[in-house]
């Protein structure tokens, strides 16, 4: 079994989301992301450095309750997937 830590610089992070209304009480939205970060260390049995990409896509679909209130509470469900690149 490898047993090490990874530790990340900091990097960048990329993320937008869109959605469409149209069939009250629900929601859906679509959400992308992209992260970077380079490997500021590897501890335990592994040594190295590099670079680590991460590419996720969700689908959310939410449900609104409707209360005639200040508060809107909401419930959502969501799935995605998400793609690791090591170089």
């Not at 869109?18 to 592994?46: H, M, Q, W």
């Not at 680590?52 to 799935?79: E, M, Q």
Request: hydrophobic share 40%; proline share 2%.
């Amino acid at each position: 079994a490898l047993d090490s830590i990874i530790k990340l610089e900091n990097g960048i992070m990329e993320q937008g989301v869109i959605g469409y209304t149209d069939f009250k009480p629900f929601r859906t939205e679509l959400e992308f992301s992209y992260r970077k970060n380079r490997v500021k260390s590897i501890s335990g049995s592994a040594n190295g450095d590099g670079l680590i990409r991460t590419h996720t896509a969700l689908l959310n679909v939410i449900y609104d309750f409707s209360f005639k209130d200040k508060w809107h509470p909401y419930l959502g469900l969501g799935a995605g997937a998400t793609y690791i690149a090591i170089d």
